[in-house]
């Protein structure tokens, strides 16, 4: 059975950091992309990043030159570093993983809540 396991969520100062993490378990031939979503509350689930098999990157504008995503294929995790946080970045962030054909998997969830 495949599972996301995420972690590194927390409480921080708007100016500071976090760093997500998201490690994939279970019997995976080959993933084609991994990435995070995040939904505040009354907000639709929205993509903040994510990181296809060829290396390529793709960031939502609001994060864009702040949020870095980066994976280690080896372990199957990929990670979210946050920096310059602002409170507008409080929202749960969910882990998201692409494997052929189409099958996506979603991770539980961890919080980010960003106080100014």
């Known amino acids: 059975q495949v599972q996301l396991v995420e972690s590194g969520g927390g409480l921080v100062q708007a100016g500071g950091s976090l760093r997500l993490s998201c490690a994939a378990s279970?019997?995976?031939?080959?993933?084609?992309?991994m990435g995070w979503y995040r939904q505040a509350p009354g907000k639709q689930r929205e993509l903040v990043a994510r990181?296809?098999?060829?290396?390529?990157?793709t960031y939502a504008d609001s994060v864009k030159g702040r949020f870095t995503i980066s994976r280690d294929n080896a372990k199957k995790t990929v990670y979210l570093q946050m920096n310059s946080l602002k409170s507008e970045d409080s929202a749960v962030y969910y882990c998201?993983?692409?494997?052929?054909?189409?099958?996506?998997?979603w991770g539980q969830g961890t919080q980010v809540t960003v106080s100014s």
């Open positions: 279970g019997i995976i031939l080959r993933i084609n992309s």
């Open positions: 998201h993983m692409v494997v052929p054909v189409l099958q996506t998997y």
């Open positions: 990181v296809n098999s060829d290396s390529s990157t």
